[in-house]
């Protein structure tokens, strides 16, 4: 599972220097102009140095699954869609019967397709190279709420321990004579053998994580000590305080004028 | 828990506040949907529609924010440490549909399931955090944040209003949702992305586009198709999993005691479901090993 690795890997000392912040701070300023832009030549070049900073970055390996599981199912579907069935097409390439291949329609699906790989591509590279533990310790000392950052590195790391889990409780119902076959019915109760055992546990193990977590004043506000040292540095601050105008701007721009 | 906290009782913030953020919250997503279908026609074939989308993805962004940021302090620590778990049942039970090739994605079992055991702002607030977390796998559902949210909401209010004390109206209850859910996602796939993400609702799309429909009115037709089966599917499944639940794990919700969400508060009737659904699972069982 590709999903899986995310949050846990380690990062190539050189980027130890970059603030999340900072990243994720790039990858939302280029997600929102490429898409305010909406050229294919502002997309292609977005994409091309998504890839390069990707294998430079050595996360291509991680990056390139996930965006193909994400981007290939909506490229098929998109080119299906407005290839074949474009009303509003008038330049007809091919014709059987109701379905219509047009210029036009086909134009809008590749730009479609083209800004979303632009856009996938910038925020996995940035999800796939992030430290979760920075990212929190980051966003904890902004005045995130702690319980955010709880929320989002406990799901992270949840995630590898409950799919063991599922993959132990089929081991086991298996084990006990579960054979899944194609009948509809023998599916449906495979499916609730093995997933009442699962919420059950997991429901339980929550209830004791509250009460440790709330006898350690998880509930408490008040401000928080960070052991962690997130690095920064005056550049930084200035380069987000930049992209994020810059996005705000070609936000706002394309808004003002959608003719443009 | 149902034990008061040891520690210190912490400052919260003014209810007027929060309630303030919810309001403005709702009132963005929903201006953003009146303002995205009262403006379509224009703009879908006249270019690549990107005026739309980024409305779409602000307004209904900023809205899953802002109700993120009134309800989570609220909440809980027992409610807050299943907000994880929820999260990880949404995409572990939805790849487990996807290994078996059952027709639907089933992708709100966790929101669903917090919803009916927390409440509709623990819902609401799942599914806004689900979206933004499971983003950084796929970040094409960021966009579908407050549709995600409108479910979990609707899911709780359901159960608040007792519609889980019978079996027979879970369905129902899912049936609705997925009708309100499906609507308000539909512009945002058909702005954001000009399409579905699926190839399966894509044929569907297609097969409405050419009787000559604009891409919103078709995309508002698959979710119309698909939508409300999968979240009557998706209620009847947490029903099973809560009536499921032992009586200790599902009393030791505030929300479940208070409004009597699920049937059979009293020991006898407790007892008689536990041992029906018993039954159920032993018949399952030996009807699966028979078949295989």
Known sequence: MTASSAGRTGQPARRERLNPLTSLAAAAATAAITTAAGSWQLSLTVIAACLGLSVAGGTSRRVLPAAAAVLVPFALSLLVLHGLFFPEGRTVLAEWGPARITAEGLHFAGQRILQLAAVVLALLLFSFSVSVPDLVAALSARGVQGRFAFVLASTLTLLPAIAGRARRIRQAQESRGLVISRNLVSRVGAFRLQAVPLVLSLIEDAGTRAAALEARGLGNSGPRTSYREVPDSGQQRTARAVLVLAALAAVVLRVVQPGA | ?292
């Open chain 2, 1 to 292: 828990m149902s034990s008061p906290s040891l520690t210190l009782p912490s400052q919260e913030r003014p209810a007027a506040r929060r309630r303030l953020l919810e309001i403005l919250g709702a009132l963005a997503i929903a201006a953003t949907y009146v303002y995205l279908v009262l403006n379509q026609p224009a703009d879908i074939t006249g270019g690549p529609g990107s005026a739309s989308a980024l409305i779409a993805l602000t307004g209904f962004l900023a809205g899953a924010v802002l109700l993120i940021v009134a309800v989570l302090p609220t909440l809980p620590a027992s409610t807050l440490v299943l907000i994880p778990v929820a999260l990880v049942l949404n995409i572990v039970l939805g790849q487990f549909v996807g290994s078996t090739l059952v027709p639907f994605y089933l992708d709100a079992i966790g929101t669903v399931l917090i919803a009916v055991l927390a409440g509709p702002a623990a819902g609401a607030a799942t599914g806004a955090l689900g979206s933004i977390v499971w983003s950084f796998f796929n970040p094409t559902v960021l966009p579908f944040a407050a549709g995600a949210a409108l479910i979990g909401c609707l899911a709780g209010l359901a159960a608040r209003y007792g519609l889980f004390r019978r079996f027979y109206l879970a369905p129902v209850a899912g049936f609705v949702t997925g009708i309100i859910a499906g609507v308000v996602s539909a512009p945002v796939a058909a702005f954001v992305y000009g399409g579905t993400s699926g190839v399966a609702t894509g044929a569907i799309v297609s097969a409405f586009r050419a009787m000559g429909d604009t891409l919103l009115a078709a995309i508002t037709k698959q979710a119309l198709i698909s939508d409300p089966m999968d979240k009557a599917i998706v209620f009847t499944i947490v029903a099973i999993l809560v009536y499921a639940l032992p009586r200790r794990a599902r009393q030791q919700f505030p929300f479940i005691r208070r409004y009597r969400v699920l049937a059979g508060n009293g020991k006898a009737a407790d007892t008689q479901a536990g041992a029906a659904v018993e039954d159920t699972a032993q018949g399952t069982a030996h009807g699966s090993a028979r078949n295989g």
